[in-house]
C-alpha cells in the first residue's frame, strides 16, 4: 500500500539558515511526488512535484526537492529561510492513472527573528 | 483566473445533522476531489468526481456522498453527523488525473 512519512513532526530554525524536510514514501513503481504547503487557517498551496526525469526539481519560494529513488525519498530543501516561511509542509504522492494523492502528517515549520 | 473556491467558509452543526459542502473548481479543470483534513493530521481522501460520476472513493463510510453538476461543480454532504466529522474539508480540482490545486476549505465544528 502507498504511504508518506513525514518523520519530524516540528522544525524550528533561525532565519536565514538552511532547511530540509524529509519525506519517506512506500510504493513499488515511480511515484509523482509534491510539496505543499499550508498557512494557518488556508488550503495548500503546490510548492513543486516531480513526475520524471531530473531528479532535482525547482519550486516556488526557493524551494527545491531531490527525488532519490534508491533512498525512497523527496526531501524539501531551501537554503535560506525567511520568517514568511513559518506554516505547515505536506509531502504527497499520486501515481499513474490514480486519482487520489496520500499525504504524510505534515512538518511545522518554526522560524526564530 | 478564479481558483478553487469553496462554500462556506465555517459551519457548526450539531450531532446527527446533515450538511452541504459546496466547491467550484478552477476554471478549465473538469475534476473534483475531496479531502478531510483532521487537526494535526494530513488530508485523507474521500472521494472524487469526474464526468458527474464517483471515480474512486478512500475509507469513508457511505453518510460521506457526493455530487458532480455539468458545470463541473461539486458538493459533498454529510449524514448523520458524528463529532469525529469535525475537520477541515477541502476542495482540489483538477483537468483529469493532473495536478490537483486545493481550495482554503470549509471548517466543519460538530458538537
Known amino acids: 500500500a502507498q504511504s508518506v512519512t513525514q518523520p519530524d513532526i516540528h522544525i524550528t530554525v533561525s532565519e536565514g539558515a538552511s532547511l530540509e524536510l524529509r519525506c519517506n514514501y512506500s510504493y513499488g513503481a515511480t511515484p509523482y511526488l509534491f510539496w505543499y504547503v499550508q498557512s494557518p487557517g488556508q488550503g495548500l498551496q503546490l510548492l513543486l512535484k516531480?513526475?520524471?526525469?531530473?531528479?532535482l526539481v525547482q519550486g516556488i519560494k526557493g524551494f527545491e526537492a531531490e527525488f532519490k529513488r534508491s533512498q525512497s525519498s523527496f526531501n524539501l530543501r531551501k537554503p535560506s529561510v525567511h520568517w514568511s516561511d513559518a506554516a505547515e509542509y505536506f509531502c504527497?504522492?499520486?501515481?499513474?492513472?490514480?486519482?487520489?494523492?496520500?499525504f504524510g502528517t505534515g512538518t511545522r515549520l518554526k522560524v526564530l527573528a | 483566473d478564479a481558483g478553487v473556491t469553496q462554500s462556506p467558509t465555517h459551519l457548526i452543526k450539531t450531532r446527527g445533522q446533515q450538511v452541504t459542502l459546496r466547491c467550484s473548481p478552477k476554471s478549465g479543470h473538469d475534476t473534483v476531489s475531496w479531502y478531510q483534513q483532521a487537526l494535526g493530521q494530513g488530508p485523507q481522501f474521500i472521494f472524487q468526481y469526474y464526468e458527474e460520476e464517483e471515480r474512486q472513493r478512500g475509507n469513508f463510510p457511505d453518510r460521506f456522498s457526493g455530487h458532480q453538476f455539468p458545470n463541473y461543480s461539486s458538493e459533498l454532504n454529510v449524514n448523520a453527523l458524528l463529532l469525529g466529522d469535525s475537520a477541515l474539508y477541502l476542495c482540489?480540482?483538477?483537468?483529469?488525473?493532473?495536478?490537483?490545486?486545493f481550495g482554503a476549505g470549509t471548517r466543519l465544528s460538530v458538537l
Open positions: 482540489a480540482s483538477s483537468l483529469e488525473t493532473d495536478i490537483q490545486y
Open positions: 504527497a504522492v499520486g501515481t499513474s492513472g490514480t486519482y487520489k494523492y496520500i
Open positions: 516531480y513526475f520524471s526525469g531530473d531528479t
